[in-house]
């Protein structure tokens, strides 16, 4: 090997080391640091076990302050892994050995399973074999320490993943969070998508109807999952959210329910004590018919009803728009 290919793989074999080095770092502070709030978080709750009203509104209220003073990463659901990780292991020496080990993601999946030996499998195999998130819970999912023991066989099936680079590991969004890093966009769509996307953010924003512009690919969260919603607008006349889907190709019926868990969700983590409920509007390109469908759910009166019938746009806009826009798209290629 030439002078320079070996000063090219020493510089190279020291960055790897310190990538490796912050990633255990990152991984280490964030479970302490999650540990640690979900067990301050029992305390609190024993405190005030005999004041039902405060005890189920503790998550909620912690949430919100939370959130204002660092930002996302603390939403209810996140509190209640928290809480849950505590839980799950009480004794911090494990937390400190075992699950530091792993990435937060890889936690959250593992402390979802019932059986203690199997849980400490995945920790431990998880981290030795280097696992990926996707392949630890492909593993769990197909009960890979059920089907070990059956077999009493000495490793489990499948292939370890190799160790993830630094650069991937600051994509997960909790390290983002933790971090208080800029979040890339996670979604990648199709020109005609985004083209539309982008033409009727404009085309909303200009009705002057009281709309104004809240998020573009906002995500929202349950324990286990990550949700992107296209736009996220806020009607001050309506005094509610409006979210908008948009799909290319036929309607069908999981997007309906997709928009159905969208709306519900938003309502729950997002609405405000004073806000009407949550719009959902699906749009989707059905071969030459453009469908567009609305939602209101849980709660709606007709009164309300009537309010958002004159202040939205009407169907035949939203088409007439997303028309005008498709034959600009294609007249352009």
Known sequence: MSALGTFH?????ILEQARGKARSAVNAAMVEAYWLIGRRIVEEEQRGQHKAEYGSRLLENLSKALTSDFGRGFSYANLRNFRQFY?????QEICYTV????????????MRVDDPKARTYYLTEGAAQQ???RQLERNIQTHS?????SSQASEAEGDAASAHALGDFIKDPYVLEFLQLPEAGQLKESRLEQAIIDELQKFLLELGKGF?????QMRISTETSHFYIDLVFYNYLLKCFVIIDLKTG???HQDIGQMDMYVRMFDDLKRGEDDNPTIGIILCDSKDETVVKYSILQGSQQLFASKYQRVLPTEAELIAEIEREKRLIEGSD
Do not use: E, G, M
């Open 9 to 13: 793989t020493d510089i190279k074999a």
């Open 87 to 91: 839980l799950t292991y009480p004794d």
């Open 99 to 110: 699950c530091s080990k792993l990435s937060w993601s890889h936690n959250r999946l593992i």
């Open 131 to 133: 696992w990926s998130v």
């Open 145 to 149: 320490f059920q089907r070990l023991l």
């Open 212 to 216: 104004s512009f809240v998020a573009r």
């Open 250 to 252: 036929k309607l069908s």
